[in-house]
């Protein structure tokens, strides 16, 4: 088994030329600010926190099948923006529990992300009629299984800067440090550095979620 090179060549370039772009740029910032120090304390959360979402949505998807890209309510629950959910919880959080903190944040973002998450993945996966619906529910389930296996390192590498940017709305409402905050930061305070390992590290990402095909 191999990779598609020809592929692979085009992505890195587009990743350096990325790379590019973050040490040409233009001006000074707009602000007088340093580059934060990287929040690594804020790692295990969020490696927890998209994890559950991985989880949740790789779930949803296996259970709902493909009907769920049509769904009207998870399209109804899809439609708010993340900043309505994020307003949302701090509604109706409990005064007696203080300020809301990283759990508020979680809940804010899970509820913003997982019905997208779902549609998208309901949207990859095969047709199911006649076959294998015919063949019972277990031939569905393995079939589905087959699919979100194969889909879903791509479908993380794809998703993976939108979900911070959602991150980034609901931090500023919460006051929440992230890492949505830490990558707006360093754009604000032109680390060239700082972006460029950002950079590196989605383009190393999406290096491992390209598919594999067999060499005959």
């Known amino acids: 088994m191999k990779r598609s090179w020809p592929f692979l060549i085009q992505g890195w370039i587009a990743w350096l030329l990325a790379l590019l772009g973050v040490w040409l740029l233009p001006g000074q910032p707009w602000r007088v600010a340093q580059a934060p120090v990287f929040a690594w304390e804020i790692i295990p959360t969020a490696v927890a926190l998209f ?9 949803a998807a296996w259970l709902s099948g493909p009907g769920s ?3 009207r309510y998870l399209a ?17 959080w409990p005064a007696t529990w203080g300020p809301p903190g990283k759990l508020a944040w979680a809940l804010a973002f899970l ?17 199911e009629y006649p076959f294998p619906a015919l063949w019972g529910a277990r031939a569905q389930r393995r079939l589905r299984r087959f699919a979100l296996i194969t889909v879903a390192p791509r479908w993380i590498a794809v998703r993976l800067p939108l979900w911070l940017t959602a991150t980034l709305i609901l931090e500023r409402i919460l006051a929440v440090r992230g890492l949505g ?9 032109h680390d060239r550095m700082g972006l ?4 590196l590290g989605f383009g190393l990402i999406w290096t491992l979620a390209q598919p594999r095909r067999v060499q005959a």
Do not use: T
């Open 111 to 127: 509820l913003a992300a997982l019905p997208s998450e779902i549609r998208w993945l309901a949207q990859a996966l095969p047709g």
């Open 51 to 59: 994890g559950v979402l991985v989880v949740a949505a790789l779930g």
């Open 196 to 199: 460029a390992l950002w950079i």
């Open 76 to 92: 109804l629950w899809e439609a708010p923006p993340d900043l309505l959910w994020g307003g949302l919880v701090l509604a109706l």
């Open 181 to 189: 905050s830490d990558w707006m930061a360093r754009v604000a305070a």
């Open 69 to 71: 890209a049509h769904n």
